[in-house]
């Protein structure tokens, strides 16, 4: 509402104004509301014209070969005027992709200032990148909605204003507040609706495809579940020599394990930057909802023949009970939404801190044949921390350097067998050590230098083994990492960092 005096009289003049609208590309193509029948009349009379030329035309080559080339200048007519019209859309579609991309090289340009991790991960950085990209162009495409939304609101107060214009006119006080007031609120309501929608599609989910814990944290977190889970294992292993005298021991025990990116995904997505102190008692929480075992003691009445008689005895039997809830479940269970869509994502990337390359040059991580942590050794049979995983592929398949360095190692090295160390750099300066146990041919030396890719050694199953396998460890500043969150298994996408 527009609101004057008149300087000579002083009366107040009130006058509804309506703004103008941005007019969609098809309504402006159409041309303006009032030249549209004169259009539709033109293109109906060209319509008549063409039936009529057509019903006659094979009657005269000349006029056929005319009425072909009118309609062919037609066409064309029709396309330049089209590409006329459209242009200024053409035009703001491209700023809008430029204002994304730039929006998204912005956010990820903060996001590398605000954690300076991802710095060393060339991974990370680029699957940061794309995933701002897509989240900025779907906050785009919810924009460009709200706006059609607000545009469709605007066209139906506007005419329902047309139909009050004559009470207007008689009340212009109260009926031109009251539609100016719904005007505004199904405005406002858009592009508040707008906003959120870019705020919500932002940064939400700027953590969610890397482990951003320290290394030695990471670590710690599968290597205690690992050895509580050994720990039970060997609880129920040892149970009748724990709980001696009785007749019977029954055993109902179901499967003990977990899955190891789960966990990680799981422990990021709840707690971000965790140290494992800070984790620790949560997790030893999460260990005993998983996993319930029990005791029971019962006694039966049992009958034996002796001689020709039958005669009664007490049984003392021992029920032994593992009940084991799915991993998966349980966290899921314990997540809020925003947490599992992060959480899901990183079971898809494994969180971007494989400073190793794929050592067998296809995906090994099905062929795992016992993992890292702790576990009852298959030999010894007694608790065991198994400092690489083991990958039970055929002997002589090729082993491949997992970085570039220098070896270290190259021959006997007892238990390993054949072994090849290789000694590198991660990332700022720190050490990589990469071990290839059990190895059939080893086939470099000491000293040499290699590089990521280059073969180095055969599969085999010198030393202690049970079988034709790959050994293989991960070590930085000569403390063990798991091989499964730091070395590429071969089922991620992207590049990895040099």
Not at 92 to 99: D, F, G, I
Not at 409 to 427: K, Q, S
């Amino acid at each position: 509402m527009e609101t004057s005096s008149d300087p000579d009289t002083g009366k107040v003049k009130k006058r509804l104004k309506f703004e103008k609208q941005a007019k969609p590309q098809i309504e402006h193509v159409k041309g303006a509301l009032p030249l549209r029948p004169v259009k539709a009349g033109a293109t109906m009379a060209g319509v008549y014209a063409h039936r009529k030329l057509y019903q006659s035309e094979h009657e005269n080559i000349g006029l056929e070969a005319a009425h072909r080339t009118e309609i062919a200048a037609e066409g064309g007519a029709r396309v330049v005027y089209r590409q006329f019209k459209t242009a200024p859309y053409r035009k703001v579609s491209r700023l809008q992709r430029k204002a994304v991309k730039a929006k998204a090289n912005a956010a990820f340009q903060q996001a590398l200032h605000d954690n300076p991790q991802l710095k060393k991960k060339m991974l990370a950085r680029m699957w940061q990148k794309q995933k701002l990209k897509r989240q900025y162009a779907k906050a785009a495409r919810e924009a460009q909605k709200a706006g059609k939304r607000a545009k469709n609101t605007a066209v139906t107060t506007e005419k329902i204003a047309v139909r009050v214009v004559q009470s207007i006119k008689n009340h212009p006080v109260i009926w031109g507040v009251a539609a100016l007031l719904l005007l505004t609120f199904y405005l406002i309501t858009s592009a508040f609706t707008s906003v959120s929608n870019v705020g919500a599609g932002g940064l939400g989910g700027i953590a969610a495809s890397t482990y951003l814990a320290d290394d030695r944290d990471i670590d710690n977190a599968e290597l205690f579940y690992t050895e509580w889970e050994t720990d039970l294992e060997l609880q129920i292993k040892n149970a009748e020599t724990d709980h001696p005298g009785y007749d019977e021991y029954v055993y109902q025990i179901d499967a003990i394990g977990h899955d190891p990116y789960a966990l990680m995904a799981y422990l990021t997505a709840v707690y971000q930057d965790f140290s494992f102190s800070q984790i620790e008692s949560n997790l030893r929480q999460l260990f005993e909802q998983q996993y319930t075992l029990t005791f029971t003691e019962e006694t039966e009445t049992r009958y034996r023949t002796e001689g020709e008689t039958e005669e009664a005895y007490e049984c003392r039997i021992l029920n032994i009970r593992l009940t084991s809830r799915s991993f998966n479940e349980l966290i899921v269970s314990k997540m809020t939404a925003e947490q599992r869509e992060i959480c899901e994502t990183l079971m898809q990337i494994k969180g971007n801190r494989q400073y190793v390359r794929n050592v067998l040059g296809f995906n090994w991580l099905g062929y795992v044949s016992s993992y890292y942590g702790y576990r009852v050794h298959p030999i010894s049979e007694v608790k065991n921390y198994h400092t690489g995983v083991d990958i039970g592929v055929p002997e002589g398949t090729e082993i491949i350097a997992g970085h570039d360095g220098k070896v270290t190692l190259a021959g006997d090295a007892g238990g390993y067998g054949l072994c090849v160390a290789l000694e590198g750099e991660a990332y700022g300066g720190h050490t990589l050590t990469t071990k290839y146990g059990h190895c059939s041919q080893i086939l470099v030396s000491v000293g040499q230098e290699v590089k990521a890719g280059d073969v180095i050694a055969k599969v085999g199953s010198t030393g202690n083994s049970t079988g034709p396998h790959l050994h293989l460890e991960v070590l930085i500043e000569g403390q063990y990492l798991n091989p499964l969150y730091f070395a590429d298994t071969g089922d991620t996408n992207g590049f990895l960092p040099n």
